[in-house]
């Protein structure tokens, strides 16, 4: 199946040319897939420098794993994301007494500034409630929903299987409703 209108084999094919010094396919694969990489970083992280730091880490390791990459293995985009997840584990461990910035969207001159606000403070209250669960039901949660990945692709970038990754997504989706349940009025802008 195609992802971005590529063919999984496309990629194989790429990391084969980077491991041959190809200047060309490396900014392909860049241009492919480093978005999609840094957003999962600053999902799971809440602050987007911590996120470019893993999103560079993320593609210096594949550049070292170029030469010794086996076609038809996991996908590079599943790889990618396994990477990036546990350099993001990492990270959260170094900094267990910090706590994670809140995300601040930019402002949409059409709106007005309720909406703007209202806007920003689902956000807040969202990344709060993501904050709040364990790593692996964040990961899952961020892989699944706001990454767009499949449950079979997420399961596989976090080396479980696919009904752990299912659970971890249940028990998300529960702690998550339960932790926004008191403002959920708010956040829907019934409570306004």
């Not at 990629?11 to 980077?18: K, S, T």
């Not at 900014?27 to 999902?43: E, N, T």
């Not at 987007?48 to 390791?61: G, H, L, W």
Request: contains cysteine.
């Amino acid at each position: 199946m195609a992802h971005d209108g590529v063919l999984p084999d496309a990629d194989d094919a790429l990391v084969a040319r980077v491991a041959g010094g190809d200047g060309r396919a490396w900014q392909a694969i860049v241009d492919r897939h480093a978005q999609s990489i840094l957003g999962s970083a600053w999902y799971m992280l809440g602050d987007r420098t911590e996120a470019e730091d893993v999103a560079q880490e993320t593609f210096i390791r594949l550049m070292g794993k170029a030469g010794s990459w086996q076609p038809g293995g996991p996908k590079l985009r599943t790889w990618l994301y396994r990477v990036a997840a546990n350099l993001c584990i990492d990270r959260r461990r170094q900094k267990r007494t910090e706590p994670l910035d809140t995300v601040a969207e930019r402002a949409d001159p059409t709106t007005d500034e309720g909406a703007v606000g209202h806007s920003i403070d689902v956000t807040r209250a969202v990344a709060r409630a993501m904050a709040e669960l364990p790593e692996r039901q964040r990961q899952a949660l961020t892989l699944v929903h706001f990454q767009g990945l499949s449950n079979i692709e997420a399961a596989e970038a976090l080396e479980v299987s696919v009904d752990a990754l299912e659970s971890l997504l249940a028990r998300g989706r529960r702690a998550m409703r339960g932790t926004l349940e008191p403002v959920h009025k708010d956040l829907l802008g019934d409570g306004r």
